[in-house]
């Protein structure tokens, strides 16, 4: 069975840390692009962070970017991403999903839900910032 697996979510203070995994069974994930998307009550689901599946270069929403980071363990068929700083605007179910769409992470990122690029998601994690 092919699926995507996401875990670490949780409660955390506002300035904490907590690192989401995802994980992948059915499929190797480094032959994919790897996008985290999340989405708060009442709004879109939007890209957080993507990597991509050939030189591992990262694109991150200006939102997060310089708090969240991206890395993959082959090994363990994860990506994962490292949330810092965290502020309670980025509280939101946190998903991620696979793609072998033949566009830029960026694209796949700002776009990803919009044009349906991708091929596997997650049931998501959920991630609450607040004191």
């Known amino acids: 069975q092919l699926q995507l697996v996401e875990s670490g979510g949780g409660l955390v203070q506002p300035g904490g840390s907590l690192r989401l995994s995802c994980a992948a069974s059915?499929?190797?994930?480094?032959?994919?692009?790897i996008g985290w998307f999340r989405q708060a009550p009442g709004t879109e689901r939007e890209g957080v962070g993507c990597i991509s599946k050939s030189n591992n270069s990262t694109y991150f929403a200006d939102s997060v970017k310089g708090r969240f980071t991206i890395s993959r363990d082959n090994a363990k068929n994860t990506v994962y991403l490292q949330m810092n700083s965290l502020e309670p605007e980025d509280t939101a179910v946190y998903y991620c999903?696979?793609?072998?769409?033949?566009?830029?992470?960026?694209?796949?990122?700002?776009?990803?839900?919009?044009?349906?690029?991708?091929?596997?998601w997650g049931k998501g994690t959920l991630v609450t910032v607040s004191s």
């Open positions: 059915g499929f190797t994930l480094d032959y994919y692009a």
């Open positions: 999903a696979a793609s072998n769409a033949l566009i830029t992470i960026e694209m796949l990122c700002r776009l990803g839900v919009t044009i349906s690029a991708m091929d596997y």
